[in-house]
């Protein structure tokens, strides 16, 4: 049995049209893919793409104005990938869809459009009122971001030993991994107190976690600049990363188009590419937009959801 996959198609004046599009044939061998766009959408860019529209793409009606500006951020494409997204998670929520798959948003569209989210996981931790975790990686290696998108100048002060003890926690539970390495946020972990000492917390925060769980699993707080080196991640396969780029500079250099977002601590399954709108090729070549992050994003969605599927049923 195919899985249903809703397949929120992220900032139409981006490159996720031309991703679904050129993924299309591939990704219909390991699922159905439901697109929350209108067919209309896919023939307009398929038109400025210059390439031939799939016949048997199954889409969502949305009923919204969706004129492709390639390249800009508007409020036209800010409501319309927002108003994908929410679509998909109605389909989920009937039972007509098993996870959804996202396409990038871009977030000064949304702020154009008045949406009062950042992002994806901002949004579906509100909507389902629970912590989600937003989690980055492949099967080489996964990157949980403690904090996501704020400032790098108030990140300091998320960095408490409770909030990081419920993140560690809830971590755990959704991955189930025997070893995570836990980075300090200063450089050289604080060297004792020299250049930094929230790792006094994060320190206090790894061994409460690790007491809870009656074994230990947290390892750290672990030097930043050396955490990503060869011969750590012959160790550990998940690391936890105070902020967003702390974890996801090291992540893409080494594995940018295999990577992929998978959503934690969620009610529903959610997966997402591990890139952005990327203006500067969209609705261009066609042939230089790689679709490898979003055909291991549909991938790991599918697994997720036949063991899902498979754990309802026992």
């Known amino acids: 049995m195919k899985i249903n996959i809703a397949i929120s198609i992220g900032d139409i004046n981006g490159i996720g049209p031309a991703i679904a599009l050129k993924a299309h044939n591939s990704i219909k061998k390991i699922c159905n893919p439901i697109y929350f766009a209108d067919y209309s959408l896919f023939e307009d860019a398929a038109k400025i793409l210059k390439i031939d529209l799939p016949s048997n793409l199954s889409t969502v009606f949305l009923d919204l104005e969706h004129t492709i500006n390639p390249a800009r951020a508007t409020k036209i494409s800010g409501l319309y990938s927002y108003v994908s997204f929410i679509k998909s998670l109605e389909y989920i929520k009937k039972g007509k869809c098993n996870a959804v798959v996202t396409l990038p948003i871009n977030k000064e569209a949304w702020k154009l459009a008045d949406i009062q989210y950042k992002g994806h996981t901002e949004l579906l931790r509100e909507h389902y009122n629970t912590d989600a975790i937003m989690m980055l990686g492949c099967e080489k290696m996964f990157v949980a971001l ?40 200063n450089p050289h972990a604080g060297d004792g107190g020299v250049l930094g000492n929230e790792e006094v917390e994060i320190k ?50 080494l594995y940018f188009e295999e990577s992929i977002n998978i959503s934690l601590n969620l009610p529903i399954i959610r997966t997402s590419v591990d890139h952005g709108t990327a203006y500067d090729i969209a609705y261009k070549d066609i042939s230089t937009i790689s679709t490898k992050s979003y055909i291991e994003a549909v991938k790991a969605s599918v697994k997720l959801a036949k063991t899902k599927l498979s754990a309802t049923r026992r």
Request: charged share 25%; no cysteine; glycine share 4%.
């Open 146 to 185: 403690f904090t996501e998108h704020i400032p790098l100048k108030i990140v300091h002060k998320m960095v408490k030993k409770e909030p990081l003890v419920k993140f560690l926690i809830n971590l755990q539970k959704e991955i189930s991994a025997k070893k995570i390495a836990v980075l300090g946020l």
């Open 204 to 253: 206090k925060a790894i061994e409460e976690a690790n007491s809870m769980l009656g074994k230990k699993v947290f390892y750290g707080p672990m030097v930043p600049d050396i955490a990503f080196s060869p011969k750590v991640r012959e160790s550990f396969k998940y690391f936890v990363a105070m902020y967003h780029d702390q974890g996801l500079a090291p992540l893409k250099a």
